[in-house]
C-alpha cells in the first residue's frame, strides 16, 4: 500500500522550516534590520537618529524579513520533499 498522499510535502516543509529556525533565524533579522535602516536613510536623504519611527520600522523590518525566511524555508522543503516522495514511490511501488 504506497503512504499517505503530501506526506512527504509536509515531512518537507517541517524539515525546511526547523532548518530555518537553526541556522537562518539570526540572519533573518540582522539582514531585515539593517536593509530597513538602509531604506530609511535613503528616503531620508542622511544618517537617521533613533527615534520611536525609526524603532519600529527597524522591528517591522526584521519580522518582515523572518516571515519570508520562513516561508521560502518551508515551500523550498515542500518541493524538496515532493520531489523525494515522488521518486521514492515510482522506484518502490512500480
Keep these: 500500500m504506497p503512504p499517505a498522499p503530501f506526506i512527504g510535502i509536509i515531512i518537507g516543509a ?3 522550516g526547523t532548518c530555518f529556525v537553526v541556522f537562518g533565524l539570526m540572519r533573518a533579522v540582522h539582514t ?3 536593509s530597513t535602516v ?4 535613503k528616503l531620508k ?4 537618529e533613533q527615534s ?3 524603532r519600529m520600522m ?3 523590518g526584521a519580522m518582515l524579513s523572518i516571515v519570508l525566511g520562513i ?9 524538496v520533499g515532493g520531489v523525494i516522495e515522488y521518486a ?3 522506484m518502490t511501488w512500480n
Design 45 to 48: 536623504g542622511r544618517p537617521i
Design 14 to 16: 517541517l524539515a525546511g
Design 88 to 90: 521514492l514511490t515510482k
Design 38 to 41: 538602509l531604506v530609511l536613510s
Design 71 to 79: 516561508v521560502m524555508a518551508m515551500v523550498l522543503g515542500g518541493i
Design 52 to 54: 520611536p519611527f525609526v
Design 58 to 60: 527597524v522591528a517591522a
Design 32 to 34: 531585515g534590520g539593517f
